[in-house]
């Protein structure tokens, strides 16, 4: 199996008009670092999710298993709208978990392991 970049090694020696200015050093082309989406969690718990934050802070049923403290991610989520501090990845998690507890009790019971 070729390494990633050798393609565009290749298109570089071949015809450098057509890739991006800077790219056809092989060194930068083999350091580069890794190029991802990101997608802007913070701003959307600060923006369209921040009301359902504050729902899921004040009634989840998260928050009765014990398994984490309310507080905490009240104040988490303070620190994260006054942009003190960005807890989102925290908050997602948050999300998520409610949305699995959620999903769990209005699931029929089940003696099998958990799904």
Known sequence: MRPAGSEM???????R??????MCSSQKLIERPKKGF????????????RGRMEMLIESSPVWDSGLV????FRGWNIEHQTKRKDHSKALWALFVLDHWFRRKQTEPRSSGPIQ
Do not use: K, N, T
């Open 9 to 15: 090694l290749e298109a570089c020696h071949a015809d």
């Open 17 to 22: 008009s057509s890739m991006p200015r800077g």
């Open 38 to 49: 990101g997608i802007p969690l913070a701003r959307w718990l600060r923006g369209p999710l």
């Open 69 to 72: 403290s309310r507080q905490v």
